[in-house]
């Protein structure tokens, strides 16, 4: 199992966003710290929006921050939201009905329980957990404004 690049930076941009004390980001900032493109980002953040987790501010003071407060904001909850779903095999999709093992197959039990498992691991994080680490405000150049506004380096 692994997890998408789109995933792994809609945490990024969430933890980012958490780390600068939620005051406005440019994404081209972010874009530059993640070394990725500002068009990659704008799609990531375009879901991250319309499902309440990133709040954007058009203009050119604008930028984005968090919609609700860090510690709100599950990591499962952004994980089930980026990605496509958790069918760890055929035998979690409807071509189980195929499958002549398809009740009594202990396969598909360990891998529902390793699932479960997995989910109840990321439920126990948020996005201010990840972000509690006091060196990433350095590792993503971001630096204070007189204004209270932040920007990379």
Same mark, same amino acid.
């Given at each position: 199992?692994?997890?998408?690049?789109?995933?792994?930076?809609?945490?990024?941009?969430?933890?980012?966003?958490?780390?600068?004390?939620?005051?406005?980001? /440019?994404?081209?900032?972010?874009?530059?710290?993640?070394?990725?493109?500002?068009?990659?980002?704008?799609?990531?953040?375009? %879901?991250? !929006?319309?499902?309440?987790?990133?709040? !954007?501010?058009? $203009? /050119?003071?604008?930028?984005?921050?968090?919609?609700?407060?860090?510690?709100?904001?599950?990591?499962? @909850?952004?994980? /089930?939201?980026? @990605?496509?779903?958790?069918?760890?095999?055929?035998?979690?999709?409807?071509?189980? @009905?195929?499958?002549p093992f398809k009740d009594r197959c202990?396969?598909?039990?360990?891998?529902g329980r390793a699932l479960e498992a997995?989910?109840?691991?990321?439920? @126990?994080? !948020?996005?201010?957990? *990840?972000? $509690?680490? %006091?060196? *990433?405000e350095s590792a993503l150049n971001i630096?204070?404004? %007189?204004?209270?506004?932040?920007?990379? /380096?």
């Amino acid at each position: 199992m692994r997890l998408s690049t789109q995933t792994n930076f809609a945490v990024r941009t969430l933890v980012y966003c958490a780390v600068s004390d939620n005051e406005l980001n /440019r994404v081209g900032d972010m874009a530059k710290a993640f070394g990725i493109s500002d068009m990659f980002l704008f799609k990531i953040i375009v %879901p991250l !929006t319309r499902n309440g987790l990133l709040e !954007t501010v058009r $203009g /050119r003071r604008g930028g984005v921050r968090l919609a609700r407060p860090a510690p709100a904001i599950n990591l499962l @909850e952004v994980i /089930r939201l980026t @990605e496509d779903g958790f069918a760890l095999s055929e035998c979690f999709t409807q071509d189980r @009905e195929k499958c002549p093992f398809k009740d009594r197959c202990a396969y598909t039990n360990a891998l529902g329980r390793a699932l479960e498992a997995f989910q109840s691991v990321l439920a @126990e994080y !948020t996005i201010a957990d *990840l972000a $509690g680490n %006091p060196d *990433l405000e350095s590792a993503l150049n971001i630096i204070a404004l %007189p204004q209270g506004q932040r920007r990379a /380096r």
